[in-house]
């Protein structure tokens, strides 16, 4: 469907009202760089912006009402829509006429083309202006895709820059990055810069040294070498941390985050539930889950709940003592070899 209203912007068949919804930052920056890219293909685009958890949405249909000075169409854009979201209306500080929106959402002006952006998981769908919203505008829904449309797009998007990748190398950067779409595009985009004019194609070994490695991928690096027994990168990875100024006591709690995520898991998958189900019931990263599950050498739940009491009890040594702190964890990792 998106890939449909974008083709559609491309070839100028704009719509008067766009409603963009959702938390993917890189759809709803992307489709708003199309439609201004569209609007200014012959002429210089006139463009307003507003915030509507600062001005209310009146003011937006107010100029969105006025006949554009200088080009053909103009863009409105609505930032943070906040009348879409369910909140408390006592606690609202800006008093929106919604009646006003409602009739123009049925009759919007053709010299315009509005945009609201509603940056959230999901829509107040009680709300009688969210319906009608719904109903007359383009809706564009701003999510991040299933894992493997993800790897279809990053193919596609480093493709664009004149470059390939291959397999590994999209697994290894869904592994580092995530699906955060803003944030895959600029690291693509510093891979392809990196290989320059006569580089061709993005591997695996670039992007495991290029792509910056996060807490959470540092985390489960340390409980995959712990459970494998391997003291000497369990200890180069968290003194690494310590050198990065980390604190111990927020590393014990990413540790045991991380092994009560691998004990859910296993628990989930053997009363039957699917990868995806899995994920989305943990509010998991996707990729991240379909690494645990492939894993041969999974360790027991005994084992991980033997992990989680030593943490514990590093955590409460942490809190209730003084010295060296650091040491505290360093102990943990050598008395489970």
């Known amino acids: 469907m998106l890939t449909k209203i974008w083709r ?5 068949k704009l719509q008067p009202v766009y409603l963009l919804v959702g938390e993917e930052a890189y759809l709803i920056d992307e489709t708003v760089r199309k439609i201004k ?14 915030s509507l958890d600062e001005v209310p949405v009146d003011e937006v249909l107010n100029e969105a009402d006025t ?9 409105v854009i609505a930032k943070n829509a906040t009348i879409f979201k369910a909140s408390d209306r006592e606690k609202e500080k800006i008093t929106h006429d919604l009646k006003r929106f409602e009739q123009y ?6 010299f315009s083309v509005v945009v609201m952006i509603a940056p959230y998981e999901k829509l107040d769908e009680r709300k009688k202006f969210t319906k ?16 493997r449309d993800l790897a279809v797009w990053i193919t596609s998007r480093v493709q664009e820059l004149g470059k390939s990748i291959d397999d590994e190398a999209i697994g290894a950067l869904l592994n580092l990055v995530g699906t955060n779409m803003l944030q895959l595009n600029l690291e693509v985009e510093k891979l392809a810069l990196y290989l320059g004019a006569d580089g061709v194609e993005i591997t695996e070994v670039m992007v495991n040294e290029l792509v910056a490695k996060t807490l959470e991928q540092d985390a489960f690096k340390m409980v995959d070498a712990y459970f494998a027994n391997d003291e000497a990168t369990v200890l180069e990875i968290y003194h ?11 590393l014990v709690g990413l540790l045991a985050s991380t092994v009560r995520l691998m004990n859910h898991s ?6 039957g539930y699917s990868q995806q189900q899995i994920a989305k019931q943990l509010k998991a990263h996707p990729y991240r889950i379909k690494m645990l599950l492939q894993k041969r050498n999974r360790p027991t739940e005994e084992q991980l709940l033997r992990a989680l009491y030593a943490l514990s009890k590093v955590d409460e040594a942490l809190k209730t003592s003084s010295g060296n702190r650091e040491r505290h964890l360093e102990l943990f ?5």
């Not at 690494?240 to 927020?250: G, N, R, S, T």
């Not at 990792?333 to 070899?337: H, L, P, T």
């Open 266 to 271: 296993y628990y989930l998958q053997s009363k």
């Open 37 to 50: 890219q569209a609007l200014a293909a012959d002429e210089e685009a006139e463009v307003m912006t507003y």
């Open 240 to 250: 690494d941390l310590l050198l990065q100024k980390q604190e111990p006591i927020m």
């Open 132 to 147: 009608v919203a719904k109903a007359n505008a383009c809706v564009v829904e701003a999510v991040a895709p299933e894992e």
């Open 8 to 12: 559609d912007i491309d070839n100028k």
């Open 333 to 337: 990792i050598m008395k489970a070899m």
């Open 67 to 75: 006949i554009p000075f200088f080009t053909e169409r103009k863009l």
């Open 105 to 110: 959402m049925s009759n919007p002006a053709p």
